[in-house]
């Protein structure tokens, strides 16, 4: 249903309403159209503009409508243009001329804005808690290796030993960081339009502030033209996903990495791998690829967005139309991968023999031979040439560090005493790394029960935020 014609002495063209149609995308957002629209009824009664009874008319229909759409028996038809639209003629339906009363004092510049905060607070809260398990789901996995070796690597060669609960733990981290921008970003973007009107405000009785607490938002707008056309909101959520999406896909590369049948270090479980058609002895990563995968769209949407943005002239341009899709795909994208790559990593077993067996390869404890010298207080620049000087022996004679001799060992540094090859074991290796947030297994363990205590406390305050915002949508 058009919901404006009457300057117009003709019709648009069907390419035109084709064109500028969104309901076939933006009808995701009729429980929100519907609940802000209870909020503006609110208003309208508060301000008299509405009579109570008239008021209280529209709620009831609003009611029956949103239980309507929910249950699929209220849907768009060809006529109508948008999730507003479509609304307003159910409502019509309804209530005849009254319906149309519900439009006072609002524009849909305001109401589309409100409506997609509201999406995007769900939205995001609920990746938070997803996100808050998967947390829990890394933790727990690492746990269970903290006193298991691997070598760790930088530039993809064997760099030093770590716990390989260290190695699991450190994507944690990344979606601590994570979570915390969606907590941020929440304080900032919980703001009603609602009463910004077109772009100036409203001449009616209309009080924004309430209708923003009615609708659970923590402020109100200050400036009625910015509240029209801030999608600051939705730019800074698309980044916050894009970069969940490109910390999911370091994890995709290292499974893949690690499940492949050089490293055969992780056996990713059958619920969690697929067959190939023609090849039968396949078992591939899937999760883990896709993983890697998606996070292109994730990215590709914030740039989408971000150049919609680019240049806009204030206030509302219908260029804004554009900013659900992207939101609604990175949304999807998230909800589909995350209860995935959760799964895929609870139930990856690792081959600990073979991470142990690799440790020491490649000569993972040189820096400990040049630590070992510092600590007799040869200068780092004169233990690190040492040290490479053992590395090179050995590799000429293939042979481990602690397979030299004493005699090598002494005519390569007066300093190096027979003493040296306490350092040379895995073990010794990793109990010495214990500065603060290092290596060390017994640090590690610390630091990953420090990780799931703020991870259940953390998916506790988002659980609580998100239930009630469902009672919010719902009262
Ligand atoms: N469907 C439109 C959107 O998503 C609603 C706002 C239309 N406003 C207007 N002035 N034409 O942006």
Redesign the pocket.
């Known amino acids: 249903m058009a919901l404006w014609g009457a300057r117009f002495s003709q019709g648009i063209a069907d390419a035109t309403f084709a064109l500028s149609r969104?309901v076939d995308f933006?009808w995701r957002l009729a429980p929100y159209d519907l609940r802000s629209s209870l909020a503006h009824v609110a208003a309208l009664e508060s301000g008299e503009i509405l009579t109570s009874a008239d008021a209280a008319l529209i709620k009831s229909a609003l009611k029956e409508l949103a239980l309507q759409v929910a249950s699929g028996e209220f849907t768009p038809i060809a006529i109508d243009e948008?999730v507003?639209s479509a609304l307003e003629r159910g409502l019509t339906e309804k209530l005849g001329a009254l319906g149309g009363a519900i439009r006072a004092g609002r524009s849909?510049?305001d109401q589309?804005t409100t409506d997609l905060r509201l999406f995007a607070i769900d939205h995001m809260l609920e990746i938070a808690l997803l996100l808050t398990s998967m947390q829990g789901a890394i933790l727990k996995k690492a746990a269970e290796y903290v006193f298991d070796s691997a070598p760790g690597f930088t530039h993809i060669q064997h760099a030093q030993p770590v716990s390989f609960g260290h190695e699991l733990a450190k994507h944690a981290h990344a979606f601590a960081r994570d979570l915390d921008r969606i907590i941020d970003w929440l304080a900032r973007s919980s703001i009603s339009s609602l009463g910004a009107g077109a772009l100036s405000g409203s001449a009616l009785a209309l009080d924004p502030v309430a209708t923003a607490k009615d609708l659970g938002f923590s402020a109100s707008f200050s400036n009625s033209i910015d509240a029209v056309s801030d999608r600051d909101y939705v730019a800074e959520a698309l980044f916050i996903c894009a970069l969940i999406g490109t910390h999911l896909s370091r994890i995709g590369e290292e499974w893949t990495l690690w499940a492949s049948s050089e490293f055969a270090w992780a056996k990713v479980s059958d619920a969690y791998a697929t067959g190939s058609s023609i090849m039968p002895q396949k078992r591939n990563p899937d999760v883990a690829e896709l993983a890697r995968g998606k996070s292109g769209r994730l990215v590709g949407n914030l740039v989408s967005l971000l150049t919609t943005l680019k240049g806009l002239p204030f206030a509302?341009n219908?260029d804004?139309?554009e900013d659900?899709e992207p939101l609604f795909d990175s949304v999807d994208t998230l909800l589909l991968l995350l209860p995935a790559v959760t799964g895929m990593i609870s139930t990856t077993e690792f081959d600990r023999e073979k991470m142990k067996s690799a440790t020491a390869l490649g000569f993972t404890l040189a820096t400990d031979i040049a630590d070992y010298l510092v600590g007799k207080k040869i200068p780092f620049a004169t233990a690190h040439e040492a040290a490479g000087a053992c590395v090179r022996l050995c590799e000429a004679s293939e042979r481990q560090l602690h397979e030299l001799t004493d005699e090598e060992f002494a005519s390569i540094h007066s300093e190096l005493d027979p003493h040296v090859r306490s350092v040379l074991t895995v073990s010794g290796a990793l109990s010495s790394r214990t500065t603060a947030g290092g290596t060390a297994p017994v640090l590690v363990q610390a630091q990953i029960d420090g990780a799931l205590t703020a991870n259940n406390a953390q998916h506790s305050a988002i659980a609580g935020k998100h239930q009630a915002f469902k009672e919010m949508m719902g009262s």
């Open positions: 969104s933006d948008d507003h849909r510049n589309v509302y219908r804004l139309q659900k």
